[in-house]
């Protein structure tokens, strides 16, 4: 992943990756506090090892919605709504294909403008990825 990006999502003949950045930060208390930008997923753990593994869990989580009801339209759609766009600048058009039940060669989704939260501009960064099989 490219170091501007914090979040892609790549749609192909295969699946569903998923490629983020989760931003991290030890509290007083111990735990650790998370965010997930693109996403905009926060949460706390006990320790990293922990949080990583919350981090795949909360993603497939999230996309595991849309593989059970196996709408890759109403992702592209929400992927949309988060702030993602097509990195070649065809997202309209390539949600409207899906619509129309077309399914796209491969198409990757970014996230377009970010601003990461105060708190987690000096966090410790843990790239993730995950990958999910999604019927058209």
């Given at each position: 992943?490219k170091?501007?990006?914090?979040?892609?999502?790549?749609?192909?003949?295969?699946?569903?990756?998923?490629?983020?950045?989760?931003?991290?930060?030890?509290?007083?208390?111990?735990?650790?506090?998370?965010?997930?930008?693109?996403?905009?997923?926060?949460?706390?753990?006990?320790?990293?090892?922990?949080?990583?593994?919350?981090?795949?869990?909360?993603?497939?989580?999230?996309?595991?919605?849309?593989?059970?009801?196996?709408?890759?339209?109403?992702?592209?759609?929400?992927?949309?709504?988060?702030?993602?766009?097509a990195?070649?600048g065809?997202?309209?058009?390539?949600?409207?294909?899906?619509?129309?039940?077309?399914?796209?060669?491969?198409?990757?989704?970014?996230?377009?403008?970010?601003?990461?939260?105060?708190?987690?501009?000096?966090?410790?960064?843990?790239?993730?990825?995950?990958?999910?099989?999604?019927?058209?």
């Amino acid at each position: 992943m490219k170091k501007n990006q914090i979040a892609t999502v790549t749609i192909n003949d295969r699946g569903v990756h998923v490629h983020y950045r989760a931003y991290y930060r030890p509290e007083a208390n111990g735990m650790f506090t998370w965010f997930i930008p693109g996403f905009d997923i926060y949460y706390s753990s006990r320790d990293k090892e922990s949080g990583a593994n919350k981090s795949l869990n909360l993603t497939k989580s999230w996309l595991s919605f849309y593989e059970r009801q196996s709408k890759l339209s109403e992702l592209m759609l929400d992927l949309r709504k988060m702030g993602f766009e097509a990195s070649d600048g065809n997202t309209d058009y390539k949600i409207m294909k899906a619509i129309k039940g077309e399914r796209p060669k491969q198409i990757k989704f970014r996230v377009a403008n970010y601003n990461t939260p105060e708190r987690f501009k000096d966090s410790e960064v843990m790239e993730m990825e995950n990958q999910f099989a999604i019927a058209s």
